[in-house]
Each structure stands twice: as C-alpha cells, then as structure tokens.
C-alpha cells in the first residue's frame, strides 16, 4: 500500500506527530489533490488546541492548500489529473439549505471547513469536495498561492465588496499577515490607500507595499488623521486588536464601513450615535467560496499582488507552527512538500 507523510494532531493541545499514513482514496464528489505547499494560519489554532466543536482526532490541519489534481472520485466533472488547483477555509457546502438556495454558500448551515472537518494541507495529499477547489493561474508559484487561498481572498473579498470605488479613501488598520496583503489590494484596486499601524518602523513597508499615506497610531489620533484627509470610505481592520479598531471608528466618512476581518475575543466598542451619524455602519467578512478564490488568485496574478512568506519543510512543522502563531513570522509562513 502507497503512504505519504503527514503532520497530524493526535488530540487537543498535542504536539504535532510526523507520521506515514495510507495515501486517501477520493470517495465520491471528491478530488484527491497532490500538495505542493500549505500556508500556515492562526486559524489552524482551533485544531492544535481543539477549540473547534466537533473535531475528530487524529487530524491534519492546514486550509491553505496549493497543489495539483491527482485522482478524482466518482461523479466529479471539470477537473482532471494536472489540474492546478487550490483549496482554502471553505471546505464545502451542502447545495439545500436556505443560504445555499440563495447562492451564498459561505454563510451553508452545514458548511465544511478545510483541515477541520476533514483532513488538510499537513500532507502530501489531501482528499476535498470537489465544490471546494479553485484554480490556480500558471503565473502564481504553488508557495505564493497558498496564502492567497485565506489571507488573500479574505482581505480581497472584503475591500471589492466594502462599497468603495476608485479613488475613494480606504485606511487598512494593521500590516501583518492580512494587512500587507490588503495594501496591495486596495492600492491595486485604484483606491486612495492609507496604512495604519503602530510606530515609525512600518512606513517604508507601507510605502513598499503601495500605501499613499502612512498613519502612525503611536504618534497620532488615527480617526483625527483620518477625517484631515477627508474621512474613510472603508476602514478595513485586519490586526486582532479590538481596542485599535474601537479608535478608527471615528475616521469613517460619510457612508463608511467599518470592516472587521482579524479576529479577537475583545468586544469593539461603539455607541448608535457613531453609526447614525454620517450613516456608517459595521461588518465582519469571512473569506469567501472557491470562487472567491479563483477571482482573488486571478487578481493577484494579473496585478503581481504576492504574500511576503517564510518557508519551512513538513518536518520543520513544529517550528513553522510556532513562527506564525507567536506573531514571528514576517508575514506569512508555508510548508513546502513534494
């Protein structure tokens, strides 16, 4: 019998474990996919720690997934062996409840979740829904497209749908591991781009990134600094620091959004009278489907938006694991197999 390496989880809050397993036969509907690299995220905390409902043990994490079409499952149309494909956080959806009836399978009541729900991208190969694979455009690498597949199409996904047209002021709080990637959007997008983060030491990366303004929150009031250059139409918080976003919410514009895409457990705290006035409003985004994805990897690779990554092999998991989620890593850390 054919095995292949893999990185698993043997139980909530245990180390990771090197071990040869069986290579996955696809059942049907799905698409075994040969992985070439997987992005490690602060998500895949819910399967090291298990703080996810409903986890089975072992598994292997890993939602962001770049590799090649290797088998297909019975029933499975439109993807073939050599197919370049990605899978992200969206791991599949149901096709009947109420959400999905409407089209917007993100929001599926039943929706699967990558590395979570099934075995990820900790692996030589992976076994996922067919629904959940995007293709990946011959001009991205296999290693820039995996962050591209959660990073990447959450902060894409949030600024094309956020309301701002081109020229409008967009401010990205935060330039980290979703931040530089949002800059690069937005300035890409034709937007006034500003950058906000705390200290001096950012502003030659923001300018790097494409950002036309940088806002030290260290030195300034940021929501001042933002109506001086004439209010936000989008503030798009992506660093998990609720108290930070709590300050920007007085930097929207007449009809802005504040959009929240990094994830803390703090509360933001606003008062009605800072979304009546001026007519703001509040929203979270999550990341989006395998569409979604496609659209952000095809953006990226027309416009040369590209994550700034470090690299680590299968079996340096343990310490690729640690670069990320101890904030380390500048900006996105991938594992690379095959």
């Known amino acids: ?57 072992p598994r292997v994490p890993g939602h962001e997934i770049a590799g090649v079409v290797d088998a297909v499952g019975p029933g499975v149309q439109g993807w073939e062996p050599g197919r370049r494909v990605g899978v992200g956080w969206h791991g599949g959806h149901c096709f009947h409840c109420g959400a999905c009836r409407d089209g917007d399978f993100v929001n599926c009541a039943h929706e699967r979740v990558t590395g979570i729900h099934f075995d990820g991208g900790y692996a030589e190969y992976a076994c996922v829904p067919a629904e959940a694979l995007a293709a990946i455009p011959d001009e991205l690498q296999a290693v820039e497209a995996a962050p591209l597949l959660c ?33 690069q959007f937005a300035r890409r997008m034709g937007l006034r781009t500003v950058a906000l983060s705390h200290g001096p030491g950012k502003r030659a990366l923001a300018e790097e990134l494409g950002a036309h303004e940088y806002i030290d929150t260290a030195a300034t009031d940021p929501a001042a600094a933002l109506q001086a250059l004439g209010g936000a139409r989008v503030i798009l918080a992506t660093a998990p620091a609720s108290d930070a976003v709590t300050g920007v919410i007085d930097g929207l514009g007449r009809n802005g959004a504040l959009i929240v895409v990094g994830v803390d457990q703090e509360p933001i705290r606003i008062t009605p009278l800072q979304l009546i006035r001026g007519r703001h409003r509040l929203q979270g985004w999550p990341s989006g489907t395998a569409r979604d994805s496609e659209d952000t990897l095809r953006f990226s690779a027309l416009t040369g938006v590209r994550p700034m990554i470090e690299t680590f092999r299968l079996d340096e998991v343990e310490a690729a694991y640690a670069r990320m989620i101890e904030n380390r890593a500048r900006f996105r850390v991938v594992l690379t197999l095959g």
């Not at 199409?153 to 600024?159: D, K, P, R, S």
């Open 1 to 57: 019998m054919a095995t292949m390496k893999a990185a698993q989880v043997p139980q909530p809050g245990g180390a990771f474990e090197l071990v040869e397993r069986p290579i996955p036969e696809p059942a049907a509907g799905e698409v075994r996919v040969r992985v070439e690299a997987c992005g490690i995220c602060h998500s895949d905390v819910f399967v090291k720690e298990g703080l996810y409902p409903g986890i089975e043990y």
């Open 151 to 183: 990073a990447g199409i959450t902060t894409y996904n949030a600024l094309r749908h956020g309301g701002a047209r081109p020229g409008d002021l967009v401010a990205v709080q935060g330039l980290g591991g979703l931040g530089h990637l949002a800059v």
